[in-house]
């Protein structure tokens, strides 16, 4: 076996602060392999370890109650029990090309099962609030060895998922109880295969991967799974490098030092949380603040949010847009948040009514980034002192490369470059490109055929090499071959005072193919008609094709996992709502009285479940007045 490298590089540093495209071209006269020696996630925590020692690298709150100690891990504390991990996995059977799943809430252990799986194997988070199905399916797809699961059901349920789906995972030979944080006593009754982590780590040498292994940059590092609410498993393969380099460009972007500290309220089944997020931080040595194991999900996050920004003094605010959204109605109440320094968002659309309530409440520019799955986190940011106009994303990363490029017949990529300003698909070529799907055909779909990767992402470059985002080529909505951008239409209802959230989508329509509806929520004790809404609506948006015929006010916005508005399911809605008028129509006119039920099944298919089916004449009628639609329907006998 080959000897364990012990070389130790200096950790992440800026080099000057970047401001324009020429400040990227200057960090480029350096060969990428000088300016970034490290190879993998086990070297960055090594080279932190060795230069901020005794700092502290994690802070995990109980509660935001201030009264209540933090636990806190120093950079030392964390490598030793990354070495730990990474030894007690070797010992389990783990090998480098072995994957290691990963069920746990906001805490510090998650940061034991990322990074100790990484230097021992392939780490595969997962979202805990999937159900069992999903993920039984995600973790055959990875042939998962060894499952670290949290150890009780406070945070979504997580134990007892693990206890059901264990078995049904036939590649599995270990599960790992993480227990939860001040547990006075380990459960006497686990089962065989269940091993407790803290007790069973502690065994282990705290100083060195016993294996020796020797990781390459082109080593597989993560599988994250993508979506996560319908269809088959996705898993993008990260390389060590991939993720390295996110982190690497991330605090060169951002002038990121040891003397930072973040809130990280991002899952760490989610690339955001994970790598522009904790990796980053953790390789320049910044402090992170696990808010609670609910993170931004748990209410009392939002609400004591600056506080906790004025304890600990927080120099970085990072949260998706409808966190910020949140943090815009709690008031500061005295709070003294002047330690912020930089504000970053990114993975949804930020609305410029959003932006400047920010600013004026708080004195906070909203510096918006670009993340995905497939560039391992992160793809194009806007520094510090760059003050962009919403919906930039700002700059490509250092030795990467960015294309806009026309649509073809078929909404992919063509091969057709798009001037300066003009709308396209963005194309990017980058060191932190993803490995490829585990499923090769996923992953012919994701690149163009010279090697780009198709992001789906509409967007235009501007004079000074920006990247601004106009939505995704699956939200356009096509109304008689007339393309309509509905962020067009989300940012002139957002900035009615009385609306919350905004997200537009395309209903299915005979004639027209999709005709534009916008959905709402409500801002907490406003108030405010749909009529009222649509007409506001009809007034802001200019072209009459996109002026949208229906508003719908809901009492609460379908969002995925991580803070996302989730347009799927308000595309189903969407489609339900025409079913269900032209079922209520054909149901009038035969004078029955009893309704049919209209189910939706995922994003693709409305069922009219019919109790009469008795009258075939409806049946017949009622098929034929769905047959053209751009959806796919299906009759069901009851």
């Known amino acids: 076996m080959q000897k364990q490298t012990t070389t130790i590089n200096e950790p992440f540093t800026p080099s000057f602060p970047i401001k324009c495209l020429a400040d990227i071209e200057q960090l480029e006269q350096i060969p990428l392999e ?124 997580i134990w007892s998922k ?54 390459e940059a082109d080593d597989i590092a993560a599988y994250f799974h993508t979506g996560g609410t319908t269809g088959a498993p996705k898993l993008a393969r990260h390389s060590h490098g991939a993720q390295v380099f996110t982190a690497w460009a991330s605090v060169k972007f951002q002038g990121s030092t040891s003397q930072d500290i973040v809130i990280n309220g991002f899952p760490l089944f989610h690339v955001a949380g994970v790598l522009p997020g904790a990796l980053t931080a953790l390789a320049c040595g910044m402090e992170t603040i696990i808010p609670t194991t609910a993170l931004y999900r748990n209410r009392d996050v939002i609400t004591d949010f600056w506080r906790l920004v004025e304890a600990y003094r927080v120099t970085v605010l990072s949260a998706v847009p409808t966190v910020l959204a949140g943090l815009a109605n709690v008031p500061l109440d005295g709070a003294d948040i002047s330690s912020l320094k930089y504000c970053r968002t990114g993975a949804a659309p930020l609305s410029p009514e959003l932006t400047g ?74 060191p932190n490109l993803f490995s490829g799907f585990l499923d090769t055909q996923s992953t012919g779909h994701a690149f163009t055929d010279d090697g780009w990767l198709a992001t789906g992402d509409l967007g235009w470059l501007d004079d000074q090499g920006r990247l601004h985002l106009s939505g995704r080529s699956k939200d356009l909505i096509i109304r008689s071959g007339h393309n309509i951008d509905p962020k067009e239409i989300e940012d002139v209802v957002s900035a009615h005072p009385a609306v919350q959230f905004a997200a537009a989508v395309g209903a299915p329509d005979a004639y027209a193919g999709e005709l534009p509806v916008v959905f709402v929520t409500l ?20 072209e009459p094709p996109a002026r949208p015929k229906k508003l719908v ?86």
């Open 523 to 542: 801002i907490e004790g406003a108030s405010a008609t749909e009529d009222e809404l649509l007409a506001f609506t009809a007034a802001g948006v200019d």
């Open 34 to 157: 000088q300016a970034l020696p490290v190879r993998s996630t086990y070297e960055i925590m090594r080279n932190s370890a060795h230069a901020f020692g005794e700092r502290n690298a994690l802070t995990f709150l109980r509660t935001t109650n201030l009264s209540e100690e933090p636990i806190r891990w120093t950079y030392n504390e964390l490598l030793a029990g990354i070495n730990q991990t990474a030894n007690l996995l070797h010992e389990l059977g783990v090998k480098p090309d072995d994957a290691v799943a990963v069920m746990l809430p906001g805490c510090l252990e998650y940061h034991l099962a990322l990074w100790g799986g990484e230097a021992a194997g392939i780490v595969q988070p997962l979202n805990p609030l999937l159900n069992d199905e999903k993920l039984i399916s995600l973790m055959n797809a990875g042939r998962a060895k060894v499952l670290i699961a949290y150890g009780n059901d406070d945070d979504s349920g």
């Open 357 to 430: 309530r920010f600013e004026r409440l708080f004195g906070l520019h909203a510096h918006e980034s670009l993340g995905m799955t497939e560039m391992a986190g992160i793809s194009a940011i806007t520094p510090p002192g760059v003050v962009a106009p919403t919906g930039c994303v700002g700059f490509r990363l250092p030795y990467a490369q960015l294309r806009i490029v026309a649509l073809d017949s078929e909404g992919g990529a063509s091969d057709n470059d798009m001037p300066l300003g003009e709308q396209g698909m963005v194309l990017f070529k980058s």
């Open 553 to 638: 006010v809901l009492d609460a916005m379908p969002m995925t996992n991580v803070g996302k508005i989730y347009k799927p399911r308000l595309r189903a809605l969407a489609a339900e709502a025409v079913v269900r008028d032209m079922v209520e129509v054909m149901c009038l006119e035969h004078g029955l009285t009893m309704r049919p039920k209209i189910e939706i099944e995922q994003d693709q298919r409305v069922l009219v479940l019919l109790h009469h089916v008795d009258l075939e004449g409806v049946r017949q009628r009622l098929q034929e007045a769905l047959a053209p639609l751009p959806f796919i329907t299906q009759l069901v006998s009851h």
């Open 162 to 215: 693990a206890m059901r789906i264990c078995n049904q995972v036939p590649t599995l030979t270990h599960v790992l109880r993480v227990a939860p944080h001040d547990e006075a006593a380990l459960p006497s009754d686990l089962p065989n295969n269940v091993i407790d982590f803290t007790a069973a780590r502690a065994e282990q040498p705290t100083d060195h991967l016993v294996s020796g292994r020797i990781i």
